[in-house]
């Protein structure tokens, strides 16, 4: 479907320059289905809804705020069918969630950066909070998107606005407020691969002053991966999810918020299939992207959980007051083939349990149109531990032998941070901030090894950190229709511990990295407040980046280790537009092209082997997503409505060697949802993701007994939605 032709950028490093017939084939299908209501069409009457933020801690306009922001609505969640946060990144420019599968990874690239903490020495660039606040390490990322009133993702550097410091972007959910009108739903999905999900909502007011909301949902799947030697599925959906929010306005200055939320998760669940024998015969056995031939029972298990205390508080000069209180707890484990065949060699079980305490206060200013400002204070006390471990089996060269890592990490993070901005004129003003950070870490690692491969060690460490994260930048209002901005600002992501399995403690320490981002955006509305366009170009440079990659060893496999690359560079533009086409018809596009690459990896592969100017792992060049939406009544109280997007992105590479084992091609994927509204209350639709039954790889690594392995994405699922609202 996609035709691709490669030539060379002047940083000797094959740029990509891609088509699609689908894009034509988008294009005579719009034309056909919109026929004469696109030429005829009144448009006096429809405009495009303003879309507030709190990205910057006030209630604002979208088109005003000077930072690239992507938002994501009840509706447009709805419509896209994203349960989940993994499902909404495709369509955000320069967002990559996920590359394998399992959410307990939570991988998220934003700008052609990102990782993961794959073990508790390690962080990872990017924040997710829920109502505020922070929800812990990366398997907590994956959040479940019911219940929800917007989705914010911020790109870059925002540690002026946020209680952690973020270096590729944050992602700010806000939950739907409990209010004094009640209102209630069910919802009912069923589709194939036995799919079932089943979710209530409820808002009940329970006096003049306190209201409440729950919800609750259950989601089952049958696995669309067979194992043929256990005879059972893999890659099911097991999960249940859980909110339960109170709110109380005891005047009308002061807001008391409490909430308490949970999800579990446990399915059998792989993280690849081979793609070649590798000395064992796992391919051979079951050659194919939806079988594997696993002797290792695999699962996965994940849970979070956790409360929250909120408070506003506006005082009679207009100054508001905001205090957080939070505990989280996050914790995952997993068991995993390693050798990818029906022998038994070798499996590996990764955990974590994470525990975290978190306070803010923040202070803002009236909202004065010369000054206004915010002051904050954050606390975040987390505690980490893990029990991973990786055995062979009766077939491996040294028989039933174990290597296990034991270790805990602590972290006391202490930040004062202030944003503020000021008007020049109507016209120019001036924002800015910073950040002062404190952040004490602790490690405590073993290493108990019985396989010869690995290391017998102990390892005690512990480091201070002090930052000082700055943000300078210059918006002009052209006029009210269009906003022109650049900003500047500092990031830093703390170093730590690569607290795997390990072969040497001689680079277990790794230190922290930094980024220096330009940013310079146009936000504008134009044809009678029918379009918005917003563009971002951005150019990010990195100091000492942190990169996973995987290292071979004496034994011919391979190991991961976290290194310092000495320097990187991120560039690339975003764009993002909605277009009323007529009163029935929208479109809507996120396109972002980014260079994101090693400028000096020296010794990046081992002595004298160098990495400069390869391409970031899971960096695409080029990403796009398109979406049209055509809403229409078809009787005085029946509506239809039908959604269809789709998705680009181009190839990339699972590691900064940038060789052909650990190249991934691009891909294309469609989704559509159609159905009816009936009265306001019934919502039936039925829906489809990966229409097309694309089959290609998103994930392609080596295991470390050397076996070629990859994550296919999830085939065409489709299904029935039915909701009923209670008012």
């Given at each position: 479907m996609v035709l691709s032709t490669r030539v060379w950028a002047p940083c000797n490093r094959p740029l990509k320059i891609t088509s699609c017939k689908f894009y034509r084939r988008l294009l005579i299908a719009l034309a056909a289905s919109i026929g004469n209501s696109f030429c005829f069409a009144d448009t006096r009457h429809v405009t495009l809804e303003e879309v507030i933020v709190t990205s910057q801690q006030r209630v604002e306009n979208l088109q005003d705020v000077p930072i690239a922001i992507s938002v994501y609505n009840t509706t447009q969640l709805d419509r896209l069918g994203a349960n989940t946060l993994a499902e909404l990144a495709p369509a955000i420019p320069s967002i990559n969630f996920g590359q394998g599968g399992r959410s307990s990874r939570g991988e998220i690239s934003i700008r052609g950066v990102g990782d993961y903490s794959r073990n508790i020495g390690s962080d990872a660039r990017v924040a997710v909070y829920v109502d505020g606040v922070l929800t812990g390490r990366s398997s907590s990322f994956n959040q479940y998107l019911h219940d929800?009133?917007?989705?914010?993702?911020?790109?870059?550097?925002?540690?002026?606005?946020?209680?952690?410091?973020?270096?590729?972007?944050?992602?700010?959910?806000?939950?739907?407020?409990?209010?004094?009108?009640?209102?209630?739903?069910?919802?009912?999905?069923?589709?194939?691969?036995?799919?079932?999900?089943?979710?209530?909502?409820?808002?009940?007011?329970?006096?003049?002053?306190?209201?409440?909301?729950?919800?609750?949902?259950?989601?089952?799947?049958?696995?669309?991966?067979?194992?043929?030697?256990?005879?059972r599925d893999l890659q099911g959906i097991n999960r249940q999810v859980g909110r339960l929010k109170l709110r109380y306005l005891p005047n009308d200055r002061l807001e008391i918020n409490i909430s308490a939320d949970g999800l579990n998760e446990d399915i059998h669940a792989t993280n690849a299939v081979a793609l070649a024998d590798g000395g064992f015969t796992g391919f051979t056995t079951a050659p194919d992207a939806r079988k594997v031939a696993h002797d290792t029972p695999e699962f996965e298990k994940r849970r979070y959980w956790g409360g929250a205390l909120t408070s506003q508080y506006v005082g009679e000069t207009g100054y508001q007051f905001e205090t957080i209180t939070a505990y989280r707890e996050t914790a995952f484990s997993e068991l995993s083939e390693e050798d990818y065949s029906p022998l038994d060699v070798a499996s590996s079980l990764f955990d974590e349990d994470n525990e975290q305490w978190s306070q803010e206060f923040r202070l803002l200013s009236p909202q004065h149109d010369a000054f206004d400002y915010i002051v904050g204070l954050y606390y975040l006390d987390q505690n980490i531990s893990t029990q991973r471990y990786?055995?062979?089996?009766?077939?491996?060269?040294?028989?039933?032998?174990?290597?296990?890592?034991?270790?805990?990490?602590?972290?006391?993070?202490?930040?004062?941070?202030?944003?503020?901005?000021?008007?020049?004129?109507?016209?120019?003003?001036?924002?800015?901030?910073?950040?002062?950070?404190?952040?004490?870490?602790?490690?405590?690692?073993?290493?108990?090894?019985?396989?010869?491969?690995?290391?017998?060690?102990?390892?005690?460490?512990?480091?201070?950190?002090?930052?000082?994260?700055?943000?300078?930048?210059?918006?002009?209002h052209a006029n009210n229709r269009t906003l022109l901005y650049s900003s500047i600002s500092r990031g830093f992501k703390?170093?730590?511990?690569?607290?795997?399995?390990?072969?040497?403690?001689?680079?277990?320490?790794?230190?922290?990295?930094?980024?220096?981002?330009?940013?310079?955006?146009?936000?504008?509305?134009?044809?009678?407040?029918?379009?918005?366009?917003?563009?971002?170009?951005?150019?990010?440079?990195?100091?000492?980046?942190?990169?996973?990659?995987?290292?071979?060893?004496?034994?011919?496999?391979?190991?991961?280790?976290?290194?310092?690359?000495?320097?990187?560079?991120?560039?690339?533009?975003?764009?993002?537009?909605?277009?009323?086409?007529?009163?029935?018809?929208?479109?809507?596009?996120?396109?972002?092209?980014?260079?994101?690459?090693?400028?000096?990896?020296?010794?990046?592969?081992?002595?004298?082997?160098?990495?400069?100017?390869?391409?970031?792992?899971?960096?695409?060049?080029?990403?796009?997503?398109?979406?049209?939406?055509?809403?229409?009544?078809?009787?005085?109280?029946?509506?239809?409505?039908?959604?269809?997007?789709?998705?680009?992105?181009?190839?990339?590479?699972?590691?900064?060697?940038?060789?052909?084992?650990?190249?991934?091609?691009?891909?294309?994927?469609?989704?559509?949802?159609?159905?009816?509204?009936?009265?306001?209350?019934?919502?039936?639709?039925?829906?489809?993701?990966?229409?097309?039954?694309?089959?290609?790889?998103?994930?392609?690594?080596?295991?470390?007994?050397?076996?070629?392995?990859?994550?296919?994405?999830?085939?065409?699922?489709?299904?029935?939605?039915?909701?009923?609202?209670?008012?």
């Open positions: 929800i009133e917007r989705v914010e993702v911020l790109r870059g550097p925002q540690g002026t606005l946020f209680g952690k410091n973020t270096l590729s972007g944050a992602i700010n959910i806000t939950t739907l407020k409990p209010n004094k009108q009640f209102k209630a739903s069910l919802q009912t999905e069923s589709g194939n691969y036995r799919y079932r999900s089943h979710t209530v909502q409820v808002n009940t007011p329970i006096t003049q002053q306190l209201y409440s909301s729950l919800q609750l949902g259950i989601t089952k799947r049958d696995g669309f991966i067979d194992n043929i030697t256990l005879d990786a055995e062979t089996g009766e077939n491996f060269i040294i028989p039933n032998a174990k290597v296990t890592t034991p270790a805990a990490a602590d972290t006391r993070s202490v930040a004062v941070y202030m944003h503020g901005n000021y008007s020049l004129s109507q016209q120019w003003k001036i924002n800015g901030g910073l950040r002062y950070t404190k952040e004490d870490k602790r490690i405590d690692y073993r290493s108990i090894d019985s396989t010869g491969l690995f290391i017998n060690a102990q390892h005690k460490d512990s480091t201070v950190l002090y930052e000082l994260s700055p943000k300078l930048g210059l918006a002009y703390s170093g730590g511990w690569n607290a795997d399995f390990l072969s040497t403690l001689d680079n277990i320490k790794f230190d922290p990295e930094y980024a220096t981002s330009l940013e310079i955006g146009v936000k504008s509305t134009s044809l009678d407040q029918l379009i918005t366009l917003n563009i971002a170009g951005f150019i990010t440079k990195f100091k000492d980046f942190q990169v996973f990659q995987f290292v071979p060893t004496a034994n011919n496999g391979t190991i991961l280790a976290l290194t310092n690359a000495s320097k990187v560079t991120s560039r690339g533009i975003e764009v993002e537009t909605v277009y009323i086409l007529s009163d029935a018809l929208r479109f809507s596009a996120s396109l972002a092209y980014v260079d994101a690459a090693f400028d000096r990896f020296k010794h990046g592969g081992g002595i004298g082997i160098h990495y400069d100017n390869n391409q970031l792992p899971y960096a695409p060049d080029f990403s796009s997503h398109l979406a049209i939406d055509y809403q229409k009544a078809i009787s005085q109280n029946t509506e239809f409505f039908t959604h269809i997007s789709y998705n680009y992105s181009d190839g990339y590479y699972s590691n900064p060697n940038n060789r052909d084992a650990y190249t991934l091609d691009s891909y294309d994927i469609v989704n559509a949802k159609s159905g009816i509204v009936i009265d306001k209350k019934w919502h039936i639709s039925l829906w489809a993701k990966n229409l097309l039954d694309e089959t290609y790889l998103r994930q392609r690594t080596v295991s470390f007994l050397g076996v070629p392995r990859g994550y296919y994405e999830t085939p065409r699922t489709y299904g029935l939605s039915v909701k009923y609202l209670f008012r």
